[in-house]
Every structure is written in C-alpha cells, then in structure tokens.
C-alpha cells in the first residue's frame, strides 16, 4: 500500500484524529485502537472473513481481538424467504453476549477494508449495535488495512471471549420496514437506494431480487461514493453532506435507506445517520429483497 497516496486524499476521505482519551465516535483511526485496544470494556470484534486463506502467515489476528466473521457467524439470516436479515432479538444478544460484550464495553468493528462492499459488513454489524440500543460502538476507519500498514500489533491466535449477558433496548425507529415504505410512497418521505447506478435504473440486478428496477420516486446514493477502496478510508461529512444535497436530500431530513439486503444500504445509513448527524435516517432491512417479491408492489 502507498500510505503516501493514503493522505493525498485526506480532503475527501479522512479518518477521524487520535484521540489522547478515549471517546465513542462513528469512526476511530489505527493509532486510537493501537493505544485503546487493551482498554478495560473495550471489545475489539474482528469480523473478517477467510482469515485462515490468505498469505498473513502465523500471525493473522489483530492483537486483542475476538473473532466473528461478518458472513458466517450469524450477524444476518434468512426470514419468511428473504435473505440478510437481522435475527430474531434473543438470537442475536446471545451471539453478541458470547463473544463477551456486556451493556458497559465500547465495541469496535473491524473489517479487511478492501472496498465499499466489504466494509459495508462493519456498517451492518455497527447498524445491528445500534439497533439493539448500544451506543458504543465504532468502526476502525480502513479496517486491516489501515491497522496493518499503521504497524498494528499481529498475532497468531484471536481472543478467546468469555460469554456475558447482552442487553437489549430495541430502537425500532432505526429500522424501516415494507409498511413504512408504503407509507413514504404515500407522504413523499425520501428513499435513498445505495445500490449501484445500473441496479438503481433497472439495467441489471442482483439475484436475490424478482425484477429488475427499483422503489418508485427514490434517489440513488452508490455505496461506492461513500468509502475509497483506493485510499482505504470512509468519506467525510462535507462529501457526504455534498451527495445528499446533490440528490435533493436536505440536513435532518426523514429518509429511508435500502439496498438489496440491507447490506450496502448500511453503507449509506452510517454515512447519513452516523458521519452527517442526520438522526431521521431509517434503514429498510429487506430491502428490494422483500419490496420486489410480491409483485402488487410497485417497481419503477
């Protein structure tokens, strides 16, 4: 990796500074999880998949860190016959509980960083925190990438975690639901689509989806424009301020946000609720998944 190249982008995508005391932000940079990552209450979640199938060597694992891979641990399921949904309340505080994060512990969420689709699983990961009322989660900014190039400390085996109790304080207002885009269709409430150009206009589609097209009315901001893969950093509250107002998108709007699963959706839901501030974003967790599937709904 060129880490020259890494700050010549820092006017449109920067990592949040190091922080000499630790705080609970959206993101957190290498350097605060290299000085923060032995803290008491603070669980390191390193959500990376195949691990186990790339050239790292004996030491593949982030120092302080319990694993649970963002596609096979459990994070999302198949419910009524659409795919990546959240499970079920107790389902998912148990899983959380078991890898020892309790009411009182920072998380933070590390993915490889490589691109917008993978560390769109961070946000849905972040996403599932927040929607089960825990506020203190963050993700490292560039993910590996920028915690291995930042000379963070590698080890050979992960934290085994020691399974707690993980409360539950459901906010269901972070999640949107088939009525709620119903209802946005009849009120004129903004639905942002974070697929790409060519899902959001029809010309292609993902399988998981009945028919090409998207939610009639609704705007599109690619997941792509919100984290460089190139620069392995997530966008700053002026780019993304600039690309809702771009699509007609006001600060402190209501909008729900959807995608295909509520993947890369999550992607765009951190961005405007997290980075931006904008406390009246929803996230549609089935998504086009669901929308599509009863064809009485609409398809534009």
């Known amino acids: 990796m060129r880490l020259a190249s890494l700050a010549a982008a820092a ?18 940079n290498a350097e605060w999880l290299k000085a923060h990552a032995a803290d008491e209450n603070v669980v390191v979640i390193d959500i990376r998949d195949k691990v186990g199938e790339t050239d790292l060597g004996e030491l593949p694992y982030l120092a302080h860190a319990v694993v649970a891979p963002y596609a096979s641990y459990g994070w999302r399921t198949e419910i009524d016959g659409v795919p990546g949904q959240i499970p079920a ?39 599932t925190f927040k929607y089960l009322g825990h506020d203190a989660v963050s993700i490292l900014d560039g993910g590996w990438r920028q915690y291995d190039a930042q000379g963070g400390e590698r080890v050979a085996e992960p934290v085994t975690p020691v399974a707690t109790t993980f409360p539950l304080n459901v906010r269901k207002e972070l999640r949107g639901t088939t009525e709620d885009v119903l209802a946005a269709l009849e009120n004129g409430t903004k639905l942002i ?19 090409e097209g ?21 966008a700053t509250p002026e780019t993304i301020a600039a690309l809702a107002e771009g699509v007609g998108l006001a600060s402190g709007e209501d909008n729900i946000v959807f995608c295909n699963t509520g993947h890369w959706a999550s992607i765009a839901w951190f961005a405007l609720h997290e980075v931006a501030g904008n406390e009246n974003t929803a996230m549609y967790d089935g998504s086009m998944a669901e929308w599509a599937a009863d064809p009485a709904r609409p398809i534009q």
């Open 193 to 211: 689509d974070a697929r790409p150009h060519d899902q959001h206009v029809g010309n292609s589609k993902s399988p998981v989806v009945r028919v």
């Open 89 to 127: 309340d107790a389902d998912i505080a148990r899983l959380i509980g078991d890898l020892g994060v309790d009411g009182d512990d920072h998380v933070v969420i590390v993915p490889w960083g490589t691109d917008s689709s993978e560390f769109a699983g961070a946000t849905r990961v972040y996403w």
């Open 11 to 28: 006017f449109l995508f920067a990592a949040p500074a190091f922080a000499q005391q630790v705080e609970v932000t959206p993101l957190v």
């Open 214 to 234: 998207t939610i009639p009315g609704s705007l599109n901001i690619e997941h792509s424009s919100l984290y460089s893969g190139e620069y392995a950093s997530f």
